[in-house]
Nanobody
Framework: QVQLVESGGGLVQAGGSLRLSCAAS????????MGWYRQAPGKQRELVAT???????TYADSVKGRFTISRDNAKNTVYLQMNSLKPEDTGVYYC?????????WGQGTQVTVSS
């Protein structure tokens, strides 16, 4: 079993920055891919960024050049650095880990960007 806990969300002004963290615990040795998703009210959950141990990170077009996903394997933690935030970035951000055929989700952390 894998547990994921997000942190770092909050309220910021447009143009500001936040860094989200996703700490993994439990049976994590075989986790391959990690990703960040977000969901705004009334919208579907969308992929923001992904990272694996073997491939380069990927990003949604809407966040390219502004967001950076990274990982610290020693700390079992994945980060999402969010710069130049826009109001449309507002939503609940979820961390996802993939282990074999299974996906594991955190509880989410709220990010609110005001105009």
């Amino acid at each position: 079993q894998v547990q994921l806990v997000e942190s770092g969300g909050g309220l910021v002004q447009a143009g500001g920055s936040l860094r989200l963290s996703c700490a993994a615990s439990g049976s994590i040795l075989s986790i391959n891919g990690m990703g960040w998703y977000r969901q705004a009210p009334g919208k579907q959950r969308e992929l923001v960024a992904t990272i694996t141990n073997r491939r380069s990170p990927t990003y949604a077009d809407s966040v390219k050049g502004r967001f950076t996903i990274s990982r610290d394997n020693a700390k079992n933690t994945v980060y999402l650095q969010m710069n130049s935030l826009k109001p449309e970035d507002t939503g609940v951000y979820y961390c996802k880990g993939t282990k074999g055929l299974y996906d594991y989700w955190g509880q989410g952390t709220q990010v609110t960007v005001s105009s």
